[in-house]
């Protein structure tokens, strides 16, 4: 029994299923895919959660290559995405460096966001040895302890909290940057690991990818071959409770059976507990934009004043295939940690701001927003329950796959017992 629907439940309940087992698949709402899901938005349907993937570890690829997609994978523009700092204009993300950590702390692309003496400070890393802080849990922490705060708020922190929702504190260090450590270690500094992965990561191409017409065509894909492997999915079925071997539905009704548990945080634990996170999405007649003045899109810097989102994404110029569906038109997606009164304006401005270019608003075609609520990490797993899903394996969608592979695998090797 699968508790949660959205792509960890779904991967799990696939491969038991391929597997030869009876699954059943409870989900609280009406549809499947949770995060990873569609809307429609001036006319173009259009991701409203996650709208790519982390090549990382090859896991989605494969997935969703099984899932016959594999002719869909499309590489987002190389162009790269900008910075918006606390003071002055946006301005390119360094080039020669991860998640924000700079492998030439001393390159004019960095200096002109940190300024000489932080810029230094962050150079001078490479005097200490590599084993300094290389025990460190997060990446915050190590980032911190290197090269110091001004590289960690100024550079990695917006880089964070913009892709991942979280703070560089929250993330752990192996689970966001693999083999980062290890490089430290080896090299004797922190910048020129930043270097050797950068350059083994080029080799291998873009480190990310979506599906043309949309991520959330792996979840349509997911849940049509639950259909035809005979899962049994129930949709507004909301689980109160588990334990080993059963589920109590919110109706009371019990259902035995070896329960995997797929849903954002601890069940019980009122879903308002969790952060939110916002996507604004405007559609925009706005010929100002076809140059791409940003890139892919800007990170925000914690502090930037006057501007409330954490991230935007130029969504036409940073995937080809999105650009000619739009027809000329640009799609701009703004993301917030926190509800907005008068989003629609807010996100206007705040994409006039970042974009640098005037956005009256007979610009805008048309508006949309979602909110999502995101778990906050599980401390415990119940004895004898399988856990699954971003609470288990962190957030993104490589991270929740092979997570959830992995776990179906266990589950598959116990049943074979
Ligand atoms: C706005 C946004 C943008 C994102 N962009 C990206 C991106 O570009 N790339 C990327 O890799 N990742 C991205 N992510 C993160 C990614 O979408 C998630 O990490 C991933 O989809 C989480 O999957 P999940 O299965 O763990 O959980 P969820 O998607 O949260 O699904 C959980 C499911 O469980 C159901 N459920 C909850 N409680 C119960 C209950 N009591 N009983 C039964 N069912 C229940 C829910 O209805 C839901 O269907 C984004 C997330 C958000 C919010």
Partial sequence: MVVGGGVGGLVVARRLALGGHHVTLLEASGRLGGT????????????????????????????????GLG??????????????????????????????????????????????????????????????????????????????????????????RGVHSLEPDELELDRVAPGLRAAMRRTGSLARAVLETRTTAAKAGSSVAGIRGGVFRIVEALSADLVRFGVDIRYNTRVRDVAENRVTL??????????????????????????????????????????????????????????????????????????????????????????????????????????????????????????????NRQEHTPEGISLVGETASGTGLASVVAQAEAEAQSLLGDFAQ
Avoid: C
């Fill in 36 to 67: 990873v899901s569609r809307h429609t938005v001036g006319g173009l349907d259009l991701d409203a959660g996650a709208e790519s993937f982390a090549l990382r570890g090859g896991t989605v690829a494969t997935l969703v290559g099984e899932l």
């Fill in 71 to 160: 002719e869909d994978i499309v590489s987002p523009n190389p162009e790269g995405a900008w910075l918006q700092p606390v003071r002055g204009d946006a301005v390119p993300l360094p080039k020669m460096s991860l998640l924000g950590i700079p492998g030439s702390p001393m390159a004019a692309d960095v200096m002109a966001i940190l300024g000489g003496k932080a810029a230094f400070r962050a150079f001078s890393e490479a005097l200490l040895p590599g084993t300094y802080a290389a025990k460190s849990v997060t990446l915050g922490e190590l980032v911190r302890k290197r090269m110091g705060p001004a590289v960690l708020e100024n550079l990695v922190a917006p880089i964070v």
């Fill in 250 to 375: 919110d109706d009371g009704e019990t259902i035995e059976g070896r329960v995997v548990v797929a849903t954002p945080g601890l069940l019980g634990t009122p879903v308002e507990a969790g952060r939110a996170a916002v996507l604004a999405t405007l559609v925009l007649d706005a010929p100002q934009l076809d140059s791409a003045p940003r890139g892919t899109g800007v990170l925000v810097a914690a502090g930037a004043p006057g501007i409330q989102a954490r991230a935007l994404t130029h969504a036409t110029a940073k995937w080809p295939w999105l650009a000619e569906r739009a027809d000329g038109n640009h799609i701009v997606r703004l993301s917030y940690s926190a509800e907005v009164a008068n989003h629609a304006e807010v996100a206007r401005s705040d994409a006039e701001r970042l974009l640098g270019v005037s956005l009256p608003a007979s610009s805008v075609i048309d508006f949309a927003r979602v909110l999502w609520r995101r778990p």
